[in-house]
């Protein structure tokens, strides 16, 4: 099992192939006042088109949020899951994309809203009818309920058999329908509203078909979730990195609760997506500030495979959706971006260590209570992964000890991103943390012009 690295896109904020005709970037081609119908034209031939730019980021898989025909632009209200939406493209437009993804083995994830689906939707207005299709959708106390209570939102009954039918168990069903085409993997909106069983149900369908993931979205304690679908959105992970650099949670502290989640979870966490920003939240540098680059950090070191939103990577800004889905910034991608050269050196760095991408998670205890430091390793001293945070104004004089009999004595880590090392002396770590800091130290391996005491080991 290894983790990878993903990008996530709002299709409609990306790229335009297609949409704009005269119209520049940044202005809509629909300005309606509402936030929800306000659309930019970004389309699947305009993603095509930046194929080279995630090759050239170093991404592994793609996860666009849905594409099927709805009644906003985030399409999380579809009217109809077997079309597409027109404002994006067609299904020619998904299989080419998907083809020439493949090609730079880049692996496409589909997102799609089962809990729900649009009040205006024909299903819906066939069920106001009174037709067979009233039985699709869920009521209680005779009356039709909405997620959350938003009346655009109308849930499904998913335990009705045939619904279960049309949506993920026949040859021909929505999901099925799409993964024939070529999608790879499914992301799942709402996961925790579908419930262990029918969760169980969907996953059992959709591995019958072939290798395909499924990733849920759930905003709780990962265990019991990723023992039933491959791995989950980890907000769990977000909620702990955000309340660490925000001074809310001590070092310590938040040692101890990474240690309880990763062990409860196991290497199956190294599916799930660590996330700092998404369509639902404020971008990295509106939430962190002057840490965002710690945050970052944690997100590539901790187990599980990183997803930036799109945009973080150039340093995009933006708080609390709407804002948070502003177009891709394109005039910001520049070899000179110092935001983008820190992406680019944290995934090579990312792809080019078994530790990061496979290797098993250690606690390591500080004399310092407001320092975080954890320990990855896969097979080989050679390429672990110590992981130090200081998110504090004063330097800090560490003495750090963890499960690894390979330290020796004398011998140093060194930091790939400053010049720091630290010293081993009798099996633990020392040094000096420098302030405001974040360091991945790796081991030098030979103190000396002619000796290593790695020599045998």
């Known amino acids: 099992m290894e983790a990878k690295i993903g990008y996530q896109i709002f299709p409609d904020r990306f790229y335009s192939y297609y949409n704009r005709g005269n119209t520049p970037w940044k202005t809509p081609i629909i300005n309606d006042e509402k936030a929800g119908k306000r659309l930019y034209g970004g389309d699947l031939k305009g993603i095509e088109k930046k194929i080279d730019y995630f090759k050239d980021l170093g991404i592994d898989f793609i996860y666009l949020t849905p594409i099927f025909a709805a009644n906003s632009n985030h399409r999380y209200d579809a009217i109809d899951y077997f079309k597409i939406d027109p404002v994006l493209g067609d299904e020619n437009d ?108 969907i996953v059992k369908h959709i591995k019958l078909s072939g290798n395909h993931e499924i990733i849920g979205e759930v905003w709780a304690y990962p265990k019991d979730w990723i023992e039933i679908m491959d791995g989950i959105m980890n907000y769990y992970y977000t909620d702990i990195i955000i309340n660490y650099l925000t001074g809310n949670l001590s070092g310590k502290t938040t040692s101890e609760i990474l240690n309880k989640v990763i062990m409860d979870s196991g290497l199956k966490i190294l599916k799930s997506w660590n996330m700092l920003s998404s369509h639902d939240s404020a971008r990295i540098k509106n939430i962190f500030g002057n840490n965002w680059k710690m945050a970052v950090i944690m997100q590539f070191t901790l187990p599980g495979s990183p997803l930036i939103y799109y945009g973080e990577e150039i340093g995009m800004t933006g708080d609390n959706d709407p804002f948070c889905r502003g177009v891709m910034e394109w005039e910001k991608v520049d070899n000179q971006n110092e935001v983008l050269k820190f992406y680019k050196k944290l995934i090579k760095l990312f792809k080019n260590s078994d530790a990061l991408k496979k290797g098993n ?11 975080l430091a954890y320990y990855r390793k896969y097979k080989n001293i050679k390429d672990a992964k110590l992981i130090i945070i200081n998110p504090t104004d004063k330097e800090k004089d560490i003495h750090l000890y963890f499960n690894e009999s390979l330290l020796l004595d004398a011998m140093h880590m060194k930091d790939h991103f400053s010049s720091n090392r630290l010293y081993i002396a009798m099996g633990s770590v020392k040094g000096k943390i420098p ?17 290593s005491a790695y020599k045998r080991l």
């Open 94 to 201: 998904l299989k080419n994309l998907i083809n020439s993804l493949h090609k730079e083995n880049i692996e496409l994830y589909l997102d799609i809203a089962l809990n729900h689906m649009s009040d205006k939707s024909i299903w819906f207005k066939k069920a106001l009818e009174g037709k067979k299709e009233k039985d699709y959708f869920r009521k209680e106390n005779g009356y039709y309920t909405f997620w959350r209570d938003h009346s655009s939102l109308v849930e499904l009954n998913l335990e009705n058999p045939q619904l279960q039918k049309i949506l993920w168990q026949d040859e021909n069903s929505v999901m099925k329908k799409w993964m024939k085409l070529g999608v790879d993997h499914w992301r799942l909106d709402c996961a925790y509203d579908l419930g262990f069983n029918i969760l169980k149900d």
């Open 361 to 371: 998670y250690y606690e390591v205890i500080s004399n310092d209570n407001d320092i």
């Open 435 to 451: 302030p405001n800091s974040y360091g991945i130290y790796y081991m030098e391996l030979k103190e000396y012009r002619t000796y």
